[in-house]
């Protein structure tokens, strides 16, 4: 089972720590009862961010970081979802229906469910037992179907909401395509930490071939259509779902927002999981670097291969003259993450694996995710932008669009800017005194 994976190679990292649970707990200021309970297999995290600490705390390779969030997505799509009781699902006996009778002379009319069928009827509003048992059939059905809705409920919990492009042109375009850095940093989501996921567009396409010409309806965005759509079409699965987040951070130190605002106005730094709200309360930047985390995920049982992934610059201009507020201090050396790099700065902006990661493609399923990082990086200009992802199946093929909730992602260069900390044990934002202003 996937939870089962998941808690497993939980374990084998709080093993090989050789910390107990108390101080795991002191560690990542949580309760050492609930990381108990997450080793264990008795919770799954709501969210992957405390998930992704312990695992840094536990020295976990950047090997053991990926593996660890695409179990950490397959036993999330499975909580939830309960067992059907066996009774259940067997179908009473004809004579265990109420209201219906092996005996003769008893009618049943007033008590059969309103489905029974009333073709089968002895006379005018008198049922037999036929119907009754068909009306238990039908009774049986409707659990199994409810319950096949409840999982693909819990597994659409991970999918973003798939907009519709409306232009079927084999390009993915959403309502916050023509939106530029004009709209004021203001214009952020909202602050909940669960919603970390983006609105990307979705524009699929059958291939072309020269024994067929297309026809006007052989485009459809992955909006319209559910898994179920193309089973047993053999002509390959719909567009791959993307889960966005924003506001991941390699680790505190690392990441830094701009501000339009005194440092006497802006709260303490926010932990990770509460980042997005932190951001969106201030209208503030991702400065000098972006890093995004990205699920990918196939919809339905057929392979969905990734193609390429493409970095698209909506607007470009000087980098905001904003204060730089660090989200920590003093955390050490790093571990290189697996990613894909992305230099904003250039005239063509393209990703670029580094620290070992493989390039594109890639396959995914419904089954078998695949997490990407990517780190922007800007120093000279105030970036919009937003990415691409290519990919086909079968004879489908088509673009999703990722990007912030709708909205494009911004980055921005933060050099010269003045730069504040928040040492741990203080009470107030100060500005650093090694590193005034942010070095070129």
């Given at each position: 089972m996937a939870?089962?994976?998941?808690?497993?190679?939980?374990?084998?990292?709080?093993?090989?720590?050789?910390?107990?649970?108390?101080?795991?707990?002191?560690?990542?200021?949580?309760?050492?009862?609930t990381l108990h309970r997450y080793v264990n297999g008795d919770a799954v995290p709501?969210?992957?961010a405390p998930v992704e600490r312990f695992a840094r705390v536990c020295r976990a390779t950047p090997e053991e970081l990926v593996e660890l969030h695409?179990?950490?997505?397959?036993?999330?799509?499975?909580?939830?979802?309960?067992?059907?009781?066996?009774?259940?699902?067997?179908?009473?006996?004809?004579?265990?229906?109420?209201?219906?009778?092996?005996?003769?002379?008893?009618?049943?009319?007033?008590?059969?469910?309103?489905?029974?069928?009333?073709?089968?009827?002895?006379?005018p509003g008198v049922p037999t037992a036929a119907s009754g048992g068909a009306g238990a059939r039908r009774r049986r059905t409707a659990v199994l179907a409810g319950a096949a809705a409840a999982a693909a409920v819990v597994a659409a919990a991970l999918v973003v909401n798939l907009v519709p492009d409306g232009g079927g042109e084999g390009r993915g375009r959403s309502a916050g395509i023509a939106e530029s850095a004009g709209g004021g940093p203001g214009a952020a989501a909202s602050g909940d930490r669960r919603s970390r996921t983006a609105s990307p567009s979705v524009s699929a396409s059958e291939k072309s071939s020269p024994s067929a010409s297309p026809s006007p309806s052989a485009s459809r965005s992955g909006a319209d259509r559910g898994p179920a759509a193309d089973a047993g079409s053999g002509g390959g699965a719909t567009a791959p779902m993307?889960?966005?987040?924003?506001?991941a951070w390699e680790n505190q130190c690392s990441q830094h927002y701009l501000v339009d605002r005194a440092p006497e106005q802006v709260p303490p730094p926010p932990s990770e999981p509460d980042a997005r709200g932190w951001v969106s309360a201030l209208g503030g930047v991702a400065a000098g670097q972006q890093m995004l985390a990205l699920t990918v995920q196939g919809a339905g049982k057929d392979t969905v291969v990734l193609e390429e992934l493409h970095v698209r610059v909506v607007e470009k201009s000087a980098p905001l003259d904003w204060n730089d507020f660090a989200?920590?201090?003093?955390?050490?050396?790093?571990?290189r993450t697996a990613a894909f790099g992305v230099d904003l700065d250039d005239g063509r902006p393209a990703t670029s694996p580094r620290a070992g990661q493989r390039d594109f493609p890639?396959?995914?399923?419904?089954?078998?995710?695949?997490?990407?990082?990517?780190?922007?990086?800007?120093r000279t200009h105030n970036v919009s932008w937003y990415l691409e992802l290519e990919w086909s199946s079968g004879s489908r093929e088509g673009t999703v669009r990722i990007d912030d909730d709708g909205r494009p992602f911004r980055t921005s260069g933060h050099v010269g800017r003045p730069a504040y900390?928040?040492?741990?044990?203080?009470?107030?934002?100060?500005?650093d005194e090694y590193q005034p202003d942010i070095p070129g």
């Open positions: 939870g089962d994976e998941f808690t497993d190679l939980l374990r084998q990292l709080k093993e090989r720590s050789g910390l107990s649970y108390g101080v795991l707990a002191k560690r990542l200021h949580t309760s050492a009862s709501a969210d992957y695409r179990r950490w997505v397959l036993a999330d799509a499975l909580r939830g979802q309960k067992p059907v009781a066996p009774e259940a699902l067997e179908a009473p006996e004809a004579s265990e229906v109420p209201g219906t009778s092996t005996g003769s002379g008893v009618p049943a009319a007033s008590v059969v469910p309103e489905t029974a069928d009333k073709t089968e009827e002895a006379g993307v889960a966005v987040n924003a506001y989200m920590g201090v003093g955390c050490g050396g790093d571990v890639y396959k995914v399923s419904e089954t078998d995710p695949e997490v990407f990082y990517v780190f922007a990086d800007a900390t928040y040492p741990l044990g203080d009470s107030a934002w100060g500005r």
